[in-house]
């Protein structure tokens, strides 16, 4: 699996508060991120069907 780099704008005050349950969570800020968006993409597929990926397509 290749990992891609993803750059994102967030407010000082938010990314602060993403360090802090980040820490509490034994984690880092990416790791934290990470385990957002699996959730998420989890719950998505779950309502709404397994997300086919097109390896052609793929970035």
């Given at each position: 699996m290749a990992i891609?780099?993803?750059?994102?704008?967030?407010?000082?005050?938010?990314?602060h508060k993403l360090h802090v349950v980040s820490?509490?969570?034994?984690?880092?800020?990416?790791?934290q991120i990470n385990i957002?968006?699996?959730?998420?993409?989890?719950?998505?597929?779950k309502e709404h069907g397994e997300i086919e990926i097109n390896k052609n397509k793929r970035n």
């Open positions: 891609k780099n993803l750059s994102i704008r967030i407010d000082s005050d938010m990314l820490d509490y969570e034994g984690r880092s800020a990416n790791s957002l968006i699996r959730d998420c993409v989890k719950t998505f597929e």
